[in-house]
């Protein structure tokens, strides 16, 4: 059998590939490019002459087992994105998937991500963050997308954002993490990269006064403060309290068995959450 080659491209300046990437594209049989006239640029530019096939996100179910087909007749195949490493907010996984229930060997070529190119010049913390990729366009889905934000543990978020749309998400942003610090990447690693940083309300006057906005590719990166966390596990503290004493009122059980339904029922709630939850609200039934 071949080899699926996940290889990462540049995201803006072409001296970012690899040897080894430029190897991999120079001897591999085929190349499953995302656009072939974004691939065709980087392979004139070092004079790589290789067959390729278009593999994008309207037909990656359906070009997938055609690959694999190349794949089982010892076939190399080298998977690219337009930018970037492939499979991380870019078509890729529905490939990688088959080639490994095929028992088909995939090898990663690394190299450039917005997401930690980002993160490594934003001066945010980045211990632990959370890669969310493109918000959903309609106004309910995003607001699901930040409750899941406030829930959260992990202070930093990254977020893919079109020139259109930058503005309107980070006023959105603006008015849940008024205290919150952020980072704006546009157009990294190419001649005219931009990078706005700091308070979150300070940021978006510049990039809603900023005439040329609406060109490039953004990487949002987002701090939560330590006290925007405290409030929203407050807050979901109190909700689950809550949850609980409808639980007794509704059963007509007792605070311990109240524990064990929503423990069995709800399944989207943390344990040490609702255990936490119950002992705030036994201190309160214990004061009365």
């Given at each position: 059998?071949?080899?699926?080659?996940?290889?990462?491209?540049?995201?803006?300046?072409l001296?970012d590939?690899?040897?080894?990437?430029?190897d991999?594209?120079?001897?591999?049989?085929?190349?499953?490019?995302?656009?072939?006239r974004?691939?065709?640029?980087?392979?004139?530019?070092?004079?790589?002459?290789?067959?390729?096939?278009?593999?994008?996100?309207?037909?990656?179910?359906?070009?997938s087992?055609?690959?694999?087909?190349?794949?089982?007749?010892n076939?190399?195949?080298?998977?690219?994105?337009?930018?970037?490493?492939?499979?991380?907010?870019?078509?890729?996984?529905?490939?990688v998937?088959l080639a490994?229930?095929?028992n088909i060997?995939?090898?990663?070529?690394?190299?450039p991500?917005?997401?930690?190119?980002?993160?490594?010049?934003s001066g945010?913390?980045?211990?632990?963050?959370?890669?969310?990729?493109f918000?959903?366009?309609?106004?309910?889905?995003?607001?699901d997308?930040?409750?899941?934000?406030k829930?959260?543990?992990?202070k930093?978020f990254?977020?893919?954002?079109?020139?259109?749309r930058?503005?309107?998400t980070v006023?959105?942003?603006?008015?849940?993490?008024?205290?919150?610090?952020?980072?704006?990447?546009?157009?990294l690693?190419?001649?005219?990269e931009?990078?706005?940083f700091?308070?979150?309300?300070?940021?978006?006057?510049?990039i809603?006064?900023?005439?040329?906005?609406?060109k490039?590719e953004?990487?949002i990166?987002?701090?939560?403060?330590?006290?925007?966390?405290?409030?929203?596990?407050?807050?979901e503290?109190?909700?689950?309290e809550s949850?609980?004493?409808?639980?007794m009122?509704?059963?007509?059980?007792s605070l311990?068995?109240?524990?064990?339904?929503?423990?069995?029922?709800?399944?989207?709630?943390k344990k040490?959450m609702?255990y936490?939850?119950?002992?705030?609200?036994?201190?309160?039934?214990?004061?009365?």
């Amino acid at each position: 059998m071949g080899i699926l080659y996940v290889v990462a491209t540049p995201i803006g300046n072409l001296n970012d590939i690899s040897k080894r990437a430029l190897d991999i594209l120079e001897n591999s049989d085929l190349i499953a490019a995302e656009d072939t006239r974004n691939t065709i640029k980087i392979l004139n530019h070092y004079k790589i002459k290789k067959k390729m096939t278009s593999y994008h996100k309207f037909n990656e179910k359906n070009k997938s087992n055609t690959i694999i087909e190349y794949l089982l007749k010892n076939q190399n195949v080298a998977l690219v994105s337009d930018a970037g490493t492939p499979c991380i907010s870019d078509p890729g996984y529905e490939l990688v998937k088959l080639a490994r229930e095929k028992n088909i060997e995939v090898i990663s070529i690394p190299g450039p991500s917005a997401v930690i190119t980002a993160l490594s010049i934003s001066g945010l913390d980045t211990t632990k963050f959370t890669f969310l990729g493109f918000l959903p366009t309609e106004t309910k889905k995003i607001k699901d997308e930040i409750e899941k934000i406030k829930r959260s543990d992990i202070k930093t978020f990254v977020i893919y954002e079109s020139p259109k749309r930058v503005v309107n998400t980070v006023e959105i942003l603006k008015e849940e993490f008024e205290s919150c610090n952020v980072f704006i990447a546009s157009d990294l690693t190419k001649f005219h990269e931009r990078g706005f940083f700091g308070n979150i309300e300070e940021v978006y006057q510049k990039i809603k006064e900023d005439p040329k906005i609406e060109k490039g590719e953004y990487v949002i990166v987002l701090e939560k403060k330590e006290q925007e966390q405290n409030q929203d596990k407050n807050k979901e503290k109190e909700s689950i309290e809550s949850l609980l004493v409808d639980t007794m009122i509704k059963n007509k059980c007792s605070l311990k068995e109240a524990i064990t339904i929503l423990n069995k029922n709800n399944k989207n709630l943390k344990k040490n959450m609702i255990y936490e939850a119950s002992l705030n609200l036994k201190k309160i039934i214990e004061s009365k």
